[in-house]
């Protein structure tokens, strides 16, 4: 049976390769399309993911990194006590406008860091070094933001929030999910710059002593302050997620439109399997008149849907693991994870296989004494 | 009507009493009745047919068009079934076999040549002449080992892993032919094997049609317009408006 599918297959090159670019574009789409969303929609959880810290305490209720509220700087003692605890350190995440050489400004988020351990620091620096923020006025940008800050150089001097501020290194890749572009600086400057008295932080960032669980610290920090909320850095980061893709309406319709394709890719498929069985209706009443069950013309239908299917889908996801190592970029990432190509591969299969059934009451109608009427 | 030494072999109607034996007649068929129905008209096409073929013989079903010899060939082929009357076919009663046992009959049993060859546009001819093995599944290799050996016998030795839409119409029905011999059933159907063929194709097919059935003792049954073919035949039924009208040996029907 397989020969028999595979030949037959094959044989109709113009079809096959109509519903192998179906197949491909279906795969392409979601994988590439979703990849965007999600490179997008991870942005907002960019500090946390990146930021060294196993645990995250913030105000109550906290809901995005980007957006804090002040808790008492001096609360981070009675972190330290607890068991399990390594190192905590404050840490502030706010808004300030920045001027740029034009004349202008542009909204920055800056983020204080500890000076003494340097904890949830700009990573990935490209010129310059981590401690360089040490320095008189320091800060450190990146260089993704080059355009939005009118070119930045190391040394040069800039105001944000009407103080001075001196460019001292640059990390490459750090875009969050806002237009504001983050500035890193040590906390009491950075506490200057939000005209924040500075015994006043947005989080605590905790590192674990090693063996410790983070969920069970969470809870004792929760127990000795009531008035915060501490979450494990991957909950915290999908937290600040969320908040996104549940105000705003931007799952759904980037949802919307890849299924849109989706299903554009997929009656393409279906059509061409139809048309492809519909095109040798004949052959099928013949090998019915010699003796194949229906199960066995079925099985070429699903064979072939099945080839098809798991062809274009390597052809596919082949594809996108190269627009992925073209066109990811820090701006707009393309990021695949496995559940993504996964979810395609078997949707992409189930759609094949269940339009290889549309034909189905064509080829059960079919009368082998067709082929005795010429 | 013309002697036929045949005709005394015909079953009578009583046929619990003087049922044949299954190496005695490859095909035995009584009073076959048979009316195509749609929603709104109904054509009788057999009227009570009687039929006799004695194992490894060749009848030939001839006849004006329309008088139903095609509709008979799928009665005895398990594609159409009677509406009444008593058909055996290598001792399987036709007439109690439900679909199932119908396809498995034509799979297991038969072998068909039709008119328009009907091979499987990508198949090679060594694909093809596969087929019938592969729905019993038999395995690749032997199933290609027995069709070699017999696109050999047709001829087509050079010409297995050419594809059908590259071949003549005869080497096309040679195929077929091929396909029809490579599960070793013990009868071949035929339903105007030569009709696409010109003259001498014909002559050439019907001939190799014939020393092949007859080397493995096969019996067959071929519908024919062809008057030039008769002589490849043991006997040939004449069929008109749904009736057998002759029976006979195909020297004295010839110059009917
Ligand atoms: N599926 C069908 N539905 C209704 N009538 C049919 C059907 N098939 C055949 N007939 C009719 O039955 C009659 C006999 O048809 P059949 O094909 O058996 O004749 P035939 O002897 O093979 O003719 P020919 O020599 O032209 O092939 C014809 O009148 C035909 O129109
Ligand atoms: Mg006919």
């Known amino acids: ?16 390769l109509t519903a192998l670019v179906g197949v491909v574009f279906s795969i392409v789409l979601v994988n590439v399309q979703g990849g965007l969303f999600i490179g997008l929609i ?123 501020a001196r460019v001292v290194a640059k990390s490459q890749g750090i875009m969050g999910f806002l237009v504001a572009p983050y500035i890193f600086t040590t906390y009491d400057r950075a506490a200057d710059y939000l005209a924040k008295t500075p015994d006043m932080c947005s989080y605590f960032l905790v590192q674990l002593e090693p063996g410790a669980r983070a969920d069970e610290v969470c809870q004792a920090i929760r127990r000795v302050l009531p008035e915060v909320d501490a979450f494990p850095r991957d909950e915290y980061s999908r937290i600040s997620i969320d908040f996104w893709m549940t105000r705003t309406g931007l799952g759904i319709s980037f949802g919307a439109a890849t299924l849109l394709g989706l299903l554009v890719g997929m009656i393409m498929v279906a059509q061409t399997l139809y048309a492809l069985v519909l095109d040798r209706l004949g052959e099928f009443g013949t090998l019915k008149a010699i003796g194949a069950t229906e199960r066995q013309v079925y099985s070429v239908l699903l064979i072939q849907a099945f ?17 992925q190592f073209f066109y990811s970029t820090p701006r707009a ?33 079919l009368d082998p004494m067709m082929v005795l009427q010429s | 009507m013309i002697a036929d030494p045949h005709n005394d072999a015909l079953p009578t109607k009583d046929a619990a009493a003087q049922e044949p034996m299954a190496g005695d007649l490859a095909v035995w068929a ?31 079903l001839a006849g004006p068009s329309g008088s139903g010899k095609t509709t008979l060939l799928s009665i005895l082929g398990c594609i159409l079934s009677a509406d009444s009357g008593t058909i055996r076919v290598l001792g399987h009663d036709l007439m109690r076999l439900d679909e199932d046992g119908r396809i498995a009959m034509r799979r297991n049993h038969i072998g068909f040549v039709f008119q328009r060859f009907h091979l ?23 199933a290609q080992e027995r069709a070699r050996r017999l696109i050999e016998a047709v001829g087509l030795a050079e010409k297995v892993h050419a594809h059908p839409r590259s071949l003549s119409a005869g080497q096309c029905q040679r195929v077929a032919i091929a396909r029809a011999l490579v599960g070793e059933p013990k009868i071949i159907l035929a339903d105007e094997p030569t009709a696409s063929l010109d003259a ?32 490849f035949a043991d006997r040939v039924f004449h069929l008109e408006n749904g009736h057998v009208v002759q029976t006979g040996q195909p020297n004295a029907l010839v110059h009917v």
């Open chain 2, 120 to 142: 499987i546009r990508g198949l090679t001819v060594l694909d093809n002449v596969c087929v019938p093995l592969t729905l019993r599944g038999v395995p690749m290799p032997q």
């Open chain 1, 42 to 164: 991870r942005k907002a959880g960019l500090l946390v993911d990146q930021g060294q810290a196993d645990v995250w305490v913030g105000h109550r209720q906290m809901h995005n990194v980007d957006f804090p509220r002040d808790i008492p700087r001096r609360w981070v003692h009675r972190i330290r006590t607890i068991p399990g605890v390594h190192r905590a350190e404050p840490y502030l995440v706010g808004f300030a406008d920045m001027t740029l050489p034009s004349g202008g400004f542009e909204g920055v988020v800056v983020v204080g860091v500890d000076r003494a351990s340097l904890l949830g620091n700009a990573w990935n620096l490209v010129e310059g070094r981590p401690d360089a923020i040490l320095q008189p006025d320091g800060i450190i940008l990146d260089e993704c933001e080059n355009q939005k800050l009118e070119n930045p150089k190391i040394g040069e001097l800039r105001e944000v929030g009407g103080r001075r």
């Open chain 2, 30 to 60: 009584q009073d076959i009745h048979k009316t195509y129905r749609t929603s709104s008209v109904s054509t009788p096409v057999l009227g009570g047919v009687d039929l006799a073929i004695p194992a490894g013989q060749c009848a030939f």
């Open chain 1, 1 to 16: 049976m397989w020969s028999l599918a595979i030949h037959t297959l094959i044989a109709d090159r113009g079809k096959l």
């Open chain 2, 200 to 231: 001498a194709n014909g002559q050439e097919v019907m001939a190799l049609f014939r020393k092949l059935t007859a080397e493995e003792g096969k019996t067959a049954v071929v519908v024919t317009h062809d008057q030039r073919i008769f002589p």
């Open chain 1, 333 to 365: 990432p393309i990021v695949v994870p496995w559940w993504l190509s996964l979810g395609s591969c078997v949707l992409v299969l189930v759609i094949c296989l269940v339009s290889s059934w549309l034909p189905y009451h064509r080829i059960r109608k």
């Open chain 1, 307 to 323: 080839l098809m299917a798991v062809v274009g889908a390597i052809i596919g996801l082949v594809l996108v693991s190269g627009i």
